[in-house]
């Protein structure tokens, strides 16, 4: 009877200690290492290793995600851990790439029962960096709603928090801990200056959705979607056998002697070739561009078009854009009658004729109450707090804005294409507020607070519900046309100078904003605007205007429009004779530089080049290092020195470069890679706000 009883006590025990036992699973590369630790009734990050400092960032009691359930708190670990493990697969691709799905599902009797979470991550095999997504599937019979989501919820610390300096808003500000990052951040830098090492978290959540967070509660980061608590929302309805799919994040571990070389290395690299930026996809980029917005505004008509592309003819310019003025009204988006009688073929076949591709201004979701389609289908409008359809963009009463949730979606949609189609269009700018204004501070009115018949149940889901179906819109445009560039400006992202990796991965272009200064202010302005966006977003995804083709700093404005993408306007029939052979030699120089070398891709400026002044000197390598080949910008302004040298650490010691300029055809010198990396490049400009250009090849 004794041993009877021992043997069912230690039966007891080894079932016990099989309850808790712990699994894991590891994902790795050469540069660092995930361990996930599984339990019965919990799924965590357990170790984050960065091979190449041996440092381990993971801290105790990382929760791997976390979400609301209805308002119930949900996560993988800890307090809120409603989850257990299921599987997981993992797959290697051709490309080098590793991916590996988790599955995780609800336990019973909690909020999470129904619900089935899906873990997808990514390694790459030549880069520093792990990508996530978190896949929700409501198995349930009701709607559930989705909110406060985090991706990654994790402790992770470079060595020591309390020594961890952050660098954030497109990594151009510094900050310390705690930090609430929000839309400007679509990645931030945590860096311990003291080991020269660190990781930046990535965050590809749409627009004012973004949300990341270091260090507020101890040791923990957290990136992904905005709280119901802030003033924009996340909120995800998911119906019964639905699936929802995140946005993405990533993590990439650094170690660097200079913070400023952070994004410049493997950062860079990632986004460049595996983020997926939509621009970076296409074989031939058109580089220059010209619109017609400024000086004319609303204010052309088909023979002002026609003598501008006239203008235009013998300069290299390759897309004309024309803006807004060209439409009947808002929402019918036909061609003016009386500006425009003959539609708009003839003008966009005589844009072609003068060598150029032609490009079309639309709003996505400002419409005319005096519309067709709004007097057929008041219902697709988006409503304020009082129960009437509300104009987002900015105070006006004869006009609105649709909601791309809505029936509006499929009919812009074909509004588009027909344009597209019939126009054999190049470009499409897509303008003005669809869920949030850049202009109105009053944040009861933003959003849309009547949802019958769209594809949202309340106003903390419409802002979501938008920006996806505007995502969406980009990718059926790209699907029908894949030539066709898209340009989403930052009035439909819904901040001023906004651009993130969302917008990237799904249009071609951000019209991220406009300096009318005149030259040198204006320029000046716009090398700022590229010096604060580049480490993070890629240079050659923005657009900025809006400098005159023709002024007393042509040069001076044109190469700095070139050293981040050039487009121009003004009134192109009083350009001067001499002008039309100088704009036509820069802009095949740099077409050809850029077919040999993809130049604009790239942009290095790390602790080289200063913030553009009026008063100092500045620059930007354009340089591809696997093509050890490219274009370097250097920009005098209102500094009182005549020359300067400037360090070049981008080239191979042993090899040998030839430097040449564009302006006189004439080689400024053959050097080897060790003497650039050691005594730098001396750059002399003559005049204050003057400009020097040279391209940069290495030679056998």
Request: glycine share 6%.
């Amino acid at each position: 009877m004794y041993y009877k009883f021992i043997k069912v006590a230690l039966l007891a025990i080894f079932a016990s200690c099989n309850a808790f036992s712990q699994d894991s699973l590891v994902i790795k590369n050469r540069f660092l290492e995930r361990k996930f630790t599984i339990g019965d009734n919990s799924f965590y990050t357990s170790r984050f290793q960065h091979l190449l400092t041996n440092k381990d960032y993971s801290r105790p009691g990382s929760e791997e995600f976390y979400f609301t359930i209805n308002g119930t708190p949900a996560s993988a670990n800890g307090t809120h851990g409603l989850f257990k493990y299921i599987k997981h697969t993992s797959a290697k691709t051709h490309d080098g790439i590793q991916k590996v799905a988790v599955q995780l599902a609800g336990k019973p009797g909690t909020s999470a029962e129904n619900v089935i979470v899906d873990l997808t991550y990514e390694l790459y095999d030549e880069l520093p960096v792990v990508r996530k997504q978190i896949s929700v599937t409501n198995n349930g019979t009701k709607a559930i709603a989705i909110a406060d989501l985090e991706v990654e919820r994790l402790n992770l610390v470079p060595v020591s928090s309390q020594q961890s300096e952050l660098y954030t808003n497109y990594g151009s500000r510094f900050a310390w801990r705690p930090y609430h990052g929000d839309h400007h951040d679509a990645a931030i830098f945590v860096h311990n200056n003291y080991a020269k090492e660190g990781f930046i978290l990535g965050n590809e959540a749409p627009s004012i959705l973004k949300k990341t967070e270091v260090y507020t509660d101890h040791h923990r980061i957290s990136i992904g979607m905005t709280s119901l608590a802030d003033h924009y929302p996340f909120k995800k309805w998911i119906e019964p056998q639905e699936k929802f799919d995140s946005p993405k994040t990533f993590i990439c571990l650094i170690k660097s002697d200079k913070w400023e070389d952070a994004f410049e290395g493997h950062f860079a690299d990632f986004i460049r070739t595996r983020l997926g930026v939509k621009l970076f996809e296409r074989k031939e980029i058109p580089f220059t561009f010209y619109n017609t917005w400024r000086p004319f505004y609303t204010n052309i008509n088909d023979t002002l078009v026609t003598q501008l592309a006239d203008g235009l003819e013998g300069t290299g310019t390759d897309l004309f854009i024309m803006d807004a003025g060209w439409e009947s009204n808002y929402g019918d988006w036909e061609a003016h009658p009386s500006r425009f009688p003959n539609g708009l073929k003839p003008i966009t076949d005589h844009i072609r004729k003068r060598g150029m591709k032609a490009g079309l201004w639309m709003s996505l979701g400002s419409v005319d109450k005096s519309s067709k389609l709004y007097k057929e289908h008041p219902e697709w409008s988006v409503y304020d707090q009082n129960g009437e359809p509300a104009y987002l963009h900015e105070e006006m009463k004869n006009r609105v804005t649709m909601s791309l949730a809505s029936g509006y979606y499929d009919y812009i949609l074909e509004k588009i294409k027909r344009h597209v189609r019939e126009n054999d269009l190049a470009y499409i700018k897509l303008d003005l507020a669809i869920a949030n204004s850049a202009y109105v501070l009053d944040y009861s009115k933003k959003g849309d607070y009547k949802s019958d018949g769209k594809g949202y149940k309340d106003r903390e889901s419409s802002y979501y519900a938008i920006y996806e179906k505007a995502l969406q819109l980009f990718d059926d445009l790209h699907k029908s046309f894949p030539d066709l560039l898209v340009d989403c400006t930052y009035e439909v992202w819904g901040e001023y100078y906004i651009n993130d990796y969302a917008l990237i991965e799904h249009a071609d272009y951000d019209w991220l904003t406009n300096y009318d200064d005149d030259a040198p202010v204006g320029p000046i302005n716009i090398r700022q605007m590229a010096f604060d966006r580049s480490r993070a977003i890629p240079t050659a995804t923005n657009l900025i205007g809006n400098q005159f083709i023709d002024s007393p700093y042509s040069k001076y404005t044109f190469l700095s429009l070139a050293s981040v993408k050039p487009i121009l306007v003004g009134d192109s029939r009083k350009l001067p004779a001499e002008l039309k052979p100088w704009y036509l030699k820069w802009n095949t120089w740099f077409k050809m530089m850029d077919k040999k070398y993809q130049f604009t891709r790239f942009s290095y400026v790390s602790d080289i080049f200063q913030r553009p002044t009026m008063s100092n000197w500045d620059g930007v390598y354009k340089f591809n290092k696997e093509k050890q080949g490219g274009v370097l910008f250097f920009f005098r302004n209102g500094s009182v020195e005549t020359t300067r040298t400037f360090a070049f650490p981008l080239a191979e010691p042993d090899s040998r470069y030839r430097l040449f300029s564009a302006e006189d055809s004439k080689d400024f010198g053959v050097f080897s890679g060790k003497e650039l990396n050691d005594k730098g490049i001396e750059i002399r400009i003559d005049k204050q706000f003057d400009a020097e250009v040279l391209g940069i090849e290495k030679v056998n």
